[in-house]
């Protein structure tokens, strides 16, 4: 029998979302990630990831608000890789750390030139795994990914919003969180892989065709001829299962879900709403020929009582639903308050954050505050050979660089 694995080490090229949300998954397993970051190009720049500088100031210089959620329980090295001794150093630790992942998030046209491809690195380690996202794969190696833009060129913009407002990103940085999720999942069939056969693995996710496979609902609608209704902006409500929208109380709003006729016929033997119940609305395809109608009565039922009122009577009747939450009743709210992951602040503060995506027995829930730039790259370089003579040269010639950096310039 094969021994149990252990955690493993993974070196990420890595700034902004995507890829820190990726490689803090395996943060939250017990492994080892080094934040692999550049030198400052120029006196007075700001070096590495450019998340470290949004938000307000949490830490240090560097370690601002927005930096901490994905980089919790890393270590953080910097290196120029640009300068062949760089990129020599980046080759040395793969070898020397035994390091299982390289991920990256950068452009796919400058792989090669960073001396990040997968080739070469597989060349110092032949059962690597390696692992980039870009915006739309390496077919496309010059355009950039951000977010925003790829919400933008896969629909999600035009599909999100009130059907006559303006097209809307979603909340949250869904494309970000996606592709990242599945780096984190191709991961693990490159391990199985390896595993079952010692070899390694190169993974190219593309932003913009995750985002579309997420048009599950409405992209094969296309070739049913479907209605132009069907594919774009509808405020809150679903596309076809009616009704099920968000809508208005005394104090606030309650979203309702009608998925089924059953549920229909629960819905209108709540006595609040017994005045909306008509034949031709008993099946789904009725309602959907009248959802405006339907919409417009059960906000007049709605808009008397408040949200407690209502949530009462859909929970009594067993009605999906629920009430339209801040960010702050979140944290608050059972399922999520007992497994929030935290971390403590230079200066003592316990500071709450999100929970893992999934419960794992015995996983530990506070994690290491996140690393000041390049607080790693000495020990990461002595742990992978390197005299302490050599290390310094290589921070004199700006090939390796240290939180000093930041307060250079």
């Given at each position: 029998?094969?021994?149990?694995?252990?955690?493993?080490?993974?070196?990420?090229?890595?700034?902004a979302?995507?890829?820190?949300?990726?490689?803090?998954?395996?943060?939250?397993?017990g492994?080892?990630?080094i934040?692999?970051?550049?030198?400052?190009?120029r006196?007075?720049?700001?070096?590495?990831?450019?998340?470290?500088?949004?938000?307000?100031?949490?830490?240090?210089?560097?370690?601002?608000?927005?930096?901490?959620?994905?980089?919790?329980?890393?270590?953080?090295?910097a290196?120029?890789?640009?300068?062949?001794?760089?990129?020599?150093?980046?080759?040395r630790?793969?070898?020397?750390?035994?390091?299982?992942?390289?991920c990256?998030?950068t452009?796919?046209?400058?792989y090669?030139?960073?001396?990040?491809?997968?080739?070469?690195?597989r060349?110092?380690?032949?059962?690597?795994?390696?692992?980039?996202?870009?915006?739309?794969?390496?077919?496309?190696?010059?355009?950039?990914?951000?977010?925003?833009?790829?919400?933008?060129?896969?629909?999600?913009?035009?599909?999100?919003?009130?059907?006559?407002?303006?097209?809307?990103l979603?909340?949250?940085?869904?494309?970000?969180?996606?592709?990242?999720d599945?780096?984190?999942a191709?991961?693990?069939?490159?391990?199985?892989?390896?595993?079952?056969?010692?070899?390694?693995?190169?993974?190219?996710?593309?932003?913009?065709?995750?985002?579309?496979?997420?048009?599950?609902?409405?992209l094969?609608?296309?070739?049913?001829?479907?209605?132009?209704?069907?594919?774009?902006?509808?405020?809150?409500?679903?596309?076809?299962?009616v009704?099920?929208?968000a809508y208005?109380?005394r104090?606030?709003?309650?979203?309702?879900a009608?998925?089924s006729?059953g549920?229909?016929?629960?819905l209108?033997?709540?006595d609040?709403?017994?005045?909306?119940a008509?034949?031709?609305w008993?099946t789904?395809?009725?309602?959907?020929?009248?959802?405006?109608?339907?919409?417009?009565?059960i906000?007049?039922?709605?808009?008397?009582?408040?949200?407690?009122?209502?949530?009462?009577d859909?929970?009594?009747a067993?009605?999906?639903h629920a009430?339209?939450?801040?960010?702050?009743?979140?944290?608050?709210?059972?399922?999520?308050?007992?497994?929030?992951?935290?971390?403590?602040?230079?200066?003592?503060?316990?500071?709450?954050?999100?929970?893992?995506?999934?419960?794992?027995?015995?996983?530990?829930?506070?994690?290491?505050?996140?690393?000041?730039?390049?607080?790693?790259?000495?020990?990461?370089?002595a742990?992978?050979g390197?005299?302490?003579?050599?290390?310094?040269?290589?921070?004199?010639?700006?090939?390796?660089?240290?939180?000093?950096?930041?307060?250079?310039?």
């Open positions: 029998m094969k021994a149990a694995m252990k955690p493993g080490v993974i070196v990420s090229m890595e700034q979302l995507s890829m820190t949300y990726a490689t803090l998954r395996f943060v939250h397993l492994w080892r990630v934040k692999l970051e550049s030198t400052p190009v006196a007075g720049a700001l070096p590495g990831d450019p998340n470290r500088y949004i938000g307000s100031s949490v830490a240090d210089k560097g370690r601002n608000s927005y930096f901490i959620g994905p980089n919790l329980g890393k270590e953080a090295i290196l120029n890789l640009k300068s062949p001794d760089g990129r020599s150093a980046l080759r630790i793969i070898r020397e750390l035994d390091v299982d992942v390289f990256c998030n452009l796919p046209s400058r090669r030139e960073l001396g990040i491809d997968y080739d070469t690195l060349s110092e380690k032949p059962d690597l795994i390696w692992a980039g996202i870009s915006a739309m794969g390496p077919d496309h190696p010059h355009v950039a990914g951000y977010d925003p833009a790829i919400q933008a060129m896969a629909g999600y913009m035009d599909m999100t919003g009130m059907a006559d407002g303006p097209p809307t979603s909340g949250v940085p869904l494309v970000d969180l996606k592709a990242g599945e780096v984190y191709n991961i693990w069939m490159a391990i199985a892989k390896r595993y079952a056969t010692g070899l390694g693995t190169r993974i190219d996710v593309s932003m913009l065709q995750a985002a579309a496979s997420w048009l599950i609902t409405v094969p609608l296309i070739d049913f001829n479907c209605e132009d209704w069907e594919l774009t902006r509808c405020g809150n409500e679903h596309r076809k299962f009704p099920t929208n208005p109380t104090d606030g709003a309650v979203l309702v009608i998925g006729d549920l229909w016929r629960r209108v033997g709540i609040k709403f017994g005045r909306i008509k034949e031709a008993n789904n395809s009725g309602r959907l020929k009248d959802r405006h109608a339907i919409h417009a009565e906000e007049k039922v709605t808009r008397q009582f408040t949200t407690d009122q209502v949530v009462d859909l929970k009594a067993s009605i999906p009430p339209i939450c801040t960010v702050r009743q979140v944290i608050e709210m059972a399922g999520v308050a007992e497994r929030l992951t935290t971390t403590t602040a230079p200066d003592g503060n316990r500071i709450r954050m999100q929970p893992m995506a999934t419960d794992i027995s015995g996983a530990e829930r506070e994690f290491p505050f996140p690393p000041s730039y390049g607080k790693h790259t000495r020990s990461i370089l742990e992978s390197y005299e302490e003579s050599e290390i310094d040269v290589l921070f004199k010639t700006n090939v390796a660089a240290g939180p000093e950096a930041l307060n250079t310039g």
